[in-house]
């Protein structure tokens, strides 16, 4: 599925992969985030099989002209883990509202595991 907007120069249409990469990009530049990580049991079998998931770690779900985003991360050992997960919330939120141009309702993250 895709988001949709429409301006003067007419209709845009933005995947939900294109989102996850940005998306992906952003929390990885992110301070105290050590990698991105599979958000489930069928992605973890898909990546033993050779099936590479494009943006691991991420789940974008469009409902109309809003976002809803899950982000699954290892953060790094030693940092206050609310304070990066915020970061973490506010910087995508920030980013993808920019780049898309459109509203980011829900942004979750997840934190799976800590890492030194």
Known sequence: ?????????G???????A????VSHV??????IVELVSKGVKDSVDGLFGKKT???GTKVVTNGDKIFIDVYVIIKFGVSL???AEA??????????HSAGMVVDTVNVNIVGVKL
């Open 1 to 9: 599925m895709a988001v949709s907007t429409t301006n003067i120069y």
């Open 11 to 17: 209709k845009i249409l933005i995947s939900e992969e």
């Open 19 to 22: 989102i996850a990469r940005i």
């Open 27 to 32: 929390a990885l530049d992110c301070y105290g």
């Open 54 to 56: 494009r943006c691991p």
């Open 82 to 84: 609310s304070a990066v």
């Open 88 to 97: 973490l919330k506010q910087t995508i939120k920030y980013s993808v509202e």
